[in-house]
């Protein structure tokens, strides 16, 4: 089981960015899937999740309106659309899934900078 991300790049603030999260063999093989993320100086965290069964989404209440997660299982991929970006969203990004409630895999974490 393998995640690829990408996606990530320099930005002003306002703008968008959509990262990628490749899986293999299959997105399918993930119940959770999602994006992480971990600024400088801070601690990893959470920024949104998708559940394979039901589609739900949750999201941070820091991005909540302007990201958006959601899968396309025929690509293999999770992506999430990062509008209105601020400067605050810069961090490396990473993504997260899960095949089992104690089983986690973290792909390569990618960089967005958003300058002001």
């Known amino acids: 089981v393998q995640l690829q991300a990408s996606g990530g790049g320099l930005v002003q603030a306002g703008g968008s960015l959509r990262l990628s999260c490749a899986a293999s063999?299959?997105?399918?093989?993930?119940?959770?899937m999602g994006w992480y993320r971990q600024g400088p100086g801070k601690q990893r965290e959470l920024v949104a999740t998708?559940?394979?069964?039901?589609?739900?989404?949750n999201y941070a209440d820091s991005v909540k309106g302007r990201f958006i997660i959601f899968r396309d299982t025929a690509k293999r991929t999770v992506y999430l659309q990062m509008n209105g970006l601020k400067p605050e969203d810069t961090a490396v990004y990473y993504c997260?899934?899960?095949?089992?409630?104690?089983?986690?895999?973290w792909g390569q974490g990618t960089q967005v900078t958003v300058s002001s």
């Open positions: 997260n899934g899960q095949t089992g409630p104690l089983t986690t895999h």
């Open positions: 063999p299959s997105i399918a093989v993930f119940n959770v």
């Open positions: 998708v559940t394979a069964s039901t589609s739900a989404t």
